[in-house]
């Protein structure tokens, strides 16, 4: 590379809120020298930089660069990996090799382009924005056009910076010695290092920016609120945050709430609940209201204020892994906007304890189960008062089986370890809202709002009723149904499924719930059969695209039935549905592409999609009579906000029904009750175990004490559990120590510990009930460890609790075994499954020899996720195992959460250590299960394989890409994307790559700063230098 080419760019990152970014450094993307050095020795750069008061004139520009796709490309384990020194050390020969060229060079470059030296402003959005000086010159060409349209721009505006550091004190004295002498920088890495973090600073002090100067007035008037707020907070009282414009809260979230979601004016009862007293002095809070009755904003406006006005992390609590990315995706922009980081912790994803931030808050989105390993990870690091409120959506769920004990465990050791942490609960269907509110401390709020009137009516034979518990009967009648049926139509519709729907599609939308999956591809398929031909034409072309996009997502295969279904705006949707199906299916319908869905109850727990007409098929899910809380989820789907007038749901009825539906309409809503105690005391044993483990409790008494403050002992009598409290807990001691998970010595103090075990069991998350077993797995395992496949270790992974659901299919468990390698033959026969055995069963023969049949079934689903890895096509592999896609999909999905698991378990116990390595990458592989290539899109909350790879054929091959690119030239570029797709795709990824880079940064800053307990003599001689 001749030095005549040589730009001299120096990034400089996110420079909002500059005023609270007071000494940190930053680690920053700059420039690549060209699409084919790209990965090149010296082509490529590092930037370690540090903001410097000194005036970037009198330096000129400097650039010390490496690969910053490898640094972000491989994130993980650059964190976890002490190696970063080595990588610092590389990039400090870099910069020495260079030094002797750099006074040339500055001749070289005497007047560089004034607009490139232009000081840059001090409220830009985010260092993705400042795409000006960064061309990513492998980016395609449409969005090369784009850059540089942005750089001219760029050009017509130059802005003062303001002078900041953001690097330890310490360090920064060190730097500033060492930039004076050039000696002694060569002397010492450390030193030399700080020096380039300084000059980086510098550079970035001068880097021109691109913002108008509207945008700078906006960005200064919304820190000028947010200091506000906070000095008035400081002055009046620190539990009091509203004291803003907006609840609190600049002026700029009530902006982007309109802007991102439409959302003018808040709801009244939106108001006043902000303004309860209760709320403005930041104690415990329930609210309960209709579905759909806008809970979640009122949750979003006090996480808000508690980031920015408290400046203090936020945990938001969501039941299901779909609902964590798209809040996440929701989230993302009010996150680069507002300047704090919006971290997903669902599946396999999720760092414990999570990155330390000294800058910038951080809200935390996540499952039930990722949310109390993320409390347990808090706790034990003393982090736990950083978090200042935790949201529970669907608060009901406390009564859902041993999910709904992780729920308590979490809140119950919130609750007892940081009295400052808020928690705010929400729901729709809570009947003992007494009980809660005793659990939590809390106050509560209830309001029977619905923004849509929903009316409620059953359908007997050929009446429809209105629901009205004022009624004697609960029914009132409403009117007769008179459709003209053929007698085929009556026999295969007997229910008048067709002629109810019709009344609202194709121009309204309509749900039918249906009590199980294969009756949803039923009744979809019964549908179109008599629907007329003018369906076809309705939004024809668009239903023709969501063909192609279904064909595209299953790598060329397609669902048969929704083949025949979409055409007439039809489909199904159910947990047999791949993720990717499901997404498509989804948006179509939120768009009125598709008009009906034929689902399951899951769709009324999940996704937010109303309907204008809900019919519920049969009062039953399975052979279960529906919960009263299950047919307020699902009738509540009735109605859209802004769309429909009025929302309706009809229960289809039987005669035999009738008495039940009436308790089913008409009854108080139920209530839910502690799980601590279900399957054998599963919730409260591993709550016990966690407490020891995570010293809240090291004596009978503390464990007692705690379990004081559960919901288990607020409804221990409505419960009737049997024994004491004490008695339960001295049984569950004694069953920790049976099973060797903890020790008790009533002589020493503590008298409760655990054992290495208990730490692994606790610290995994693994289920009590397969630790040992798991334990004696992986030891037996490490005897023999087969590595020349992944196979040996997706066994050793296969979860355990989907063992009983899987019955082989003996012929093709024989088939794919006689693929095996001979290694991987004697493997399977090592763990007890040998080909004898198989090949018998397939066979037809009895087999005498008793083998383990837990171990043969788990290796047949070890068989499916091996091919899994192999092909990475759902569709082929539940075509060759004669399984369903999306069980295989569930089974990947358990698999790569248990994967995860074990490995957090294996990192305690020292024996196991070889599986350190090996497991952190199976986890990444079976948690994409694609070409790896496309892994680092996927990352991406939302990005799913169909989007992954058209965006890699299209050129954006890193998360640094998808970071830096334009919406608007995505939808140009890349077939059937909408633009608010694009918008979300691409927040999400800047989002991710923020994350990332600072937590890249705050480890450079922790490496950097001088330790406290430095001996006093060297600590002077370095500040002296
Ligand atoms: N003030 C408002 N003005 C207009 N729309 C609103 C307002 N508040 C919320 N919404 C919209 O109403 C819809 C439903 O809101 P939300 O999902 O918060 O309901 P919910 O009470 O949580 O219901 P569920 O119990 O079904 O989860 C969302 O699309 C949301 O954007
Ligand atoms: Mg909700």
Same mark, same amino acid.
Do not use: C, K, N, W
């Given at each position: 590379m001749s030095c005549g080419r040589l730009h001299v760019k120096i990034k400089r990152v996110c420079a909002r809120k500059r005023s609270r970014d007071f000494l940190e450094t930053r680690l920053i993307l700059v420039r690549k020298e060209g699409r084919g050095g790209g990965r090149g020795a010296g082509s490529t750069k590092c930037l370690l930089s540090r903001r410097s008061s000194s005036t970037m004139a009198e330096h000129g520009a400097v650039e010390f660069c490496s690969d910053s796709e490898d640094l972000f490309g491989d994130y993980d384990s650059i964190l976890e990996d002490t190696s970063i020194l080595a990588k610092l050390e590389e990039v400090e020969q870099h910069e020495r090799l260079r030094s002797e060229n750099l006074q040339s060079f500055r001749t070289l470059q005497p007047s560089a382009d004034p607009m490139s030296q232009s000081p840059k402003g001090p409220l830009t959005d985010s260092v993705f924005h400042e795409l000006e000086d960064k061309?990513?010159? %492998? &980016? =395609?060409s449409s969005q090369l056009q784009f850059q540089e349209q942005i750089q001219d721009r760029a050009k017509k505006s130059k802005l003062q910076v303001r002078n900041k550091t953001s690097t330890p004190s310490h360090t920064e004295a060190a730097g500033e010695t060492n930039s004076e002498d050039g000696s002694r920088r060569h002397s010492k890495a450390r030193r030399s290092v700080a020096d380039l973090l300084k000059k980086t600073m510098l550079g970035n002090a001068v880097t021109p920016v691109s913002v108008s100067r509207t945008a700078l007035l906006k960005e200064a008037v919304v820190s000028e609120e947010i200091s506000v707020a906070m000095q008035a907070m400081e002055t009046i009282s620190a539990e009091t945050p509203d004291l803003g414009p907006f609840f609190g809260l600049p002026s700029k979230v009530k902006e982007l709430m309109h802007k &991102?979601?439409?959302?003018q004016k808040l709801y009244d009862w939106q108001e006043a609940c902000l303004n309860l007293e209760c709320v403005q002095q930041r104690r415990n809070l329930i609210y309960s209201l209709p579905t759909s009755g806008g809970k979640t904003l009122v949750a979003e406006i006090l996480i808000l204020r508690e980031l920015l006005c408290r400046r203090k992390d936020c945990l938001f609590i969501l039941p299901y892994i779909s609902l964590v990315q798209e809040k996440v995706r929701g989230l993302a922009t009010f996150g680069l906007e507002l300047d704090f980081m919006v971290e997903e912790y669902a599946g396999s994803k999720g760092k414990f304890p999570p990155v330390k931030r000294r800058n910038k808050r951080s809200l935390y989105i996540a499952t039930i189960e990722k949310a109390h390993s993320l409390v347990n990870s808090l706790i034990e690091s003393s982090r736990l008062d950083h978090l200042g409120l935790l949201v529970v959506d669907e608060l009901h769920m406390l009564g859902d089986g041993s999910r709904g004990a992780v729920i308590e465990m979490t809140l119950a050791k919130v609750r007892h370890m940081s009295k400052a942490t808020q928690i705010i609960g929400m729901s729709a269907t809570l009947g003992n809202i007494k009980d809660l509110q005793t659990f939590l401390g809390a106050e509560n709020y209830t309001n029977d709002f619905r923004p849509v009137q929903l009316k409620e009516y059953v359908k007997l034979n050929d009446t429809i009723y209105e629901v009205d518990p004022k009624e004697e009967n609960c029914f009132r009648f409403s009117r007769m149904l008179n459709f003209k049926y053929s007698s085929s139509m009556q026999k295969i519709d007997p229910d008048h499924i067709i002629a109810l729907v019709t009344e609202v599609i194709p121009l309204h939308s309509c749900l039918v719930f249906c009590p199980t999956k294969k009756n949803c591809e039923n009744v979809a398929g019964m549908i179109c059969k008599y629907l007329k031909e003018d369906f076809l034409q309705h939004r024809e072309a668009e239903k023709a695209v969501l063909l192609q996009e279904l064909k595209a997502g299953g790598n060329g295969s397609m669902c048969p039935v929704l083949r025949r279904t979409v055409p007439y705006g039809v489909a199904y949707h159910h947990s047999g549905l791949t993720a990717e199906e499901r997404k498509l299916v989804e948006e179509a319908y939120s768009r009125g592409v598709l008009c009906l869905l034929a689902c399951t109850s899951t769709l009324a727990a999940g996704i937010n999609l109303p309907a204008r007409r809900v019919i519920l098929r049969s009062p039953y899910v399975a052979t279960d009579f529906l919960k009263r809380s299950q047919y307020k989820q699902m009738v509540g789907r009735a109605g859209r906000a802004g769309i429909d007038t009025i929302g309706e749901s009809i229960l289809i009825l039987q005669e035999k029904d009738r008495s039940m539906a009436k308790e089913l309409v008409c009854a108080p809503m139920e209530s839910c009750y502690s799980n601590l105690m279900q399957d054998d005391g599963k919730g409260i044993l591993s709550l016990i175990l966690s407490l020891i483990g995570l010293n809240i409790s090291s004596s009978l008494q503390q464990v007692e004490q705690f379990l004081r403050g559960t919901l288990l002992f607020v409804q221990q009598q409505q419960l009737c559990v049997e024994r004491s409290l004490w008695d339960t807990v001295q049984r569950c001691v004694a069953t920790l120590q049976e099973k060797e998970l903890i020790t008790n010595t009533?002589?020493?103090? =503590?008298s409760l510990q655990v054992t290495r075990l208990g730490r692994a069991t606790y610290k995994g998350s693994v289920d009590l009930s397969y630790c040992s077993v798991l334990y004696k797995d992986l030891l037996k395992g490490l005897e023999g460890l087969q590595l020349s496949s992944h196979l040996h270790l997706v066994y050793l992974v296969? =979860?355990? %609790?989907?063992v009983p659901q899987c019955n082989p299919d003996w012929m093709v468990y024989f088939r794919q075994f006689t693929l095996l390698s001979a290694s991987e033959q004697k493997m399977s026969a090592a763990v007890g499954v040998p080909e004898s055995f198989v090949a018998r069963k397939a066979a037809g023969q009895t087999v005498k020899k008793s083998v383990d049949l837990v171990a043969v079934k788990r290796m047949y689903l070890s068989l499916v996720l091996f091919s899994l890895l192999r092909d990475t096509n759902v569709w082929a592999v539940a075509d060759r195992f004669q399984l369903s896609r999306g069980f295989v999909q569930t089974l990947l999905s358990a698999a790569s959460t248990f994967c995860c698991c074990v490995l957090h378990f294996t990192e305690e116990l020292e024996e196991l250590w070889p599986f350190k390595a090996l497991l952190l990458e199976l986890t990444r592989r079976l948690s994409y299960c694609v070409k790896a290539e496309l892994i680092p899109l996927m990352e991406v909350a939302g990005v799913l394989e169909f989007r992954a790879k058209q965006l890699y054929n299209a050129g954006y091959r890193t998360l640094t890409h998808l970071a830096n690119a334009d919406p608007a030239v995505l939808c140009g570029t890349l077939e059937h994307l909408y633009q608010k797709q694009a918008n979300l795709m691409v927040a999400s990824a800047k989002m991710l790559l923020n994350e990332k880079a600072a937590a890249l940064q705050e480890e450079v800053d922790e490496l950097l700063t001088l330790p406290a %307990? &430095? =001996?006093?003599q060297q600590h002077q001689e370095l500040l002296l230098l």
């Open positions: 061309v990513f010159e %492998d &980016l =395609p &991102l979601r439409g959302i009533a002589t020493h103090s =503590p296969t =979860p355990y %609790d989907l %307990d &430095l =001996p006093q």
